[in-house]
């Protein structure tokens, strides 16, 4: 059964600084692995698509890199802002429409 | 907008009432899910349907009853639930990723159940 771990699970930054949430997962037989971000009391939106061919996604500010073989995503934000504060998740696509998600990070960015 | 739509947004029931949830994408997906997600808990997958037939039912009691008539549309009938089932239920969708190489999830914003 896939897990999938994200740390840490929450963070607090000043403004401006450059950040880093981790991801690993169990089962390297992933489709893809895609980054969430999600607003209190709200829905997912999707921020990254990484398939399990590719080595890297960006997005603006947002860098996302996958190491399927070690079961590894990460998910790079440049110069945080108070309105990247939110809760990140990271979720892998296996066969069978299982998309599996993380326990988040929590991150708040203070001004 | 992620072109997946739920709702109600918020319900409260009681533990004798019977409620359902809905939720229609537009997107031309075929896969949709439930996924429950309460506090401090990591999101839960409830149901999985492709191509209108269930795939995957993850363990879920049966006071939950989903149903895809169609594609685009996903319910999720509620009867005699209890006070340890409030929490957000999220509705997804995608493509089928046994078919296609892009399997991007789009979700609701969610319905917020309170059973009192």
């Known amino acids: 059964k896939q897990e999938v771990t994200q740390i840490p699970a929450a963070l607090s930054v000043p403004e401006g600084e450059n950040l880093v949430l981790n991801c690993s997962f169990t089962d390297s037989a992933i489709y893809n692995l895609q980054w969430f971000r999600q607003d209190p009391g709200k829905g997912l939106t999707s921020l990254l698509l990484i398939q399990s061919s590719q080595r890297e996604q960006t997005s603006g500010r947002l860098n996302a890199s996958l190491d399927k073989s070690s079961g590894r995503s990460t998910l790079y934000i440049a110069a945080s802002q108070p309105g990247d504060s939110a809760t990140y998740l990271c979720?892998?696509?296996?066969?069978?429409?299982?998309?599996?998600f993380g326990g988040g990070t929590r991150l708040m960015v203070k001004p | 907008e992620t072109g997946v739509t739920q709702t109600p947004r918020h319900l409260v029931m009681g533990m004798t009432n019977k409620k359902s949830l809905k939720c229609e994408q537009h997107l031309g997906h075929n896969a949709m899910y439930w996924y429950k997600q309460s506090a401090k808990k990591p999101l839960e997958l409830m149901f999985v349907?492709?191509?209108?037939?269930?795939?995957e039912n993850n363990s879920v009691p049966s006071r939950f009853s989903p149903e895809c008539p169609n594609s685009s549309h996903l319910f999720l009938h509620l009867h005699t639930l209890q006070p340890e089932d409030s929490a957000l239920y999220l509705c997804?969708?995608?493509?089928?990723?046994?078919?296609?190489?892009?399997?991007?999830?789009?979700f609701g914003q969610g319905t917020r159940l309170t059973v009192v």
């Open positions: 349907y492709n191509f209108k037939e269930q795939t």
């Open positions: 997804a969708s995608s493509q089928d990723p046994t078919t296609a190489l892009n399997t991007e999830a789009f």
């Open positions: 979720a892998v696509y296996n066969a069978g429409n299982m998309l599996t």
